[in-house]
């Protein structure tokens, strides 16, 4: 079942994204910077850990996930270190994301080659 419940989350999340894009002016980076703050919203009122309890690596995918990521990081060490905590809170949870992203893009951009 939770294969399931990935799939319409993530599918959702997409259609969405899709319908927005096809329906408005709105370029691909409006959009995921859109998903990005919707995420974190949703993760202040603790809406997207049920998103992720219920669906779970389908909630974790999607470009929404960053922003929950975020803020969730912000609110954990926030606890610990106060206001210094939503500085560095925020990139705990996502360093190990971002920085293998940038490995990985780096290493794919070496060993195929863009058409002009």
């Not at 691909?28 to 919707?38: N, Q």
């Amino acid at each position: 079942m939770i294969y399931l419940n990935a799939f319409l989350f993530a599918g959702t999340v997409c259609l969405i994204g899709q319908m927005i894009l096809d329906n408005t002016k709105l370029t691909p980076g409006h959009i995921t910077s859109m998903f990005v703050v919707v995420g974190a919203f949703l993760d202040i009122f603790d809406i997207y850990d049920q998103f992720v309890l219920w669906a779970g690596g389908g909630a974790l995918v999607p470009i929404t996930s960053f922003g929950h990521l975020l803020i969730h990081g912000a609110m954990d060490t926030v606890n610990n270190f106060g206001v210094m905590g939503l500085f560095t809170g925020m990139f705990d949870l996502t360093s190990s994301g971002i920085v293998s992203a940038i490995i990985f893009s780096f290493l794919l951009s070496l060993v195929f080659h863009p058409k002009d």
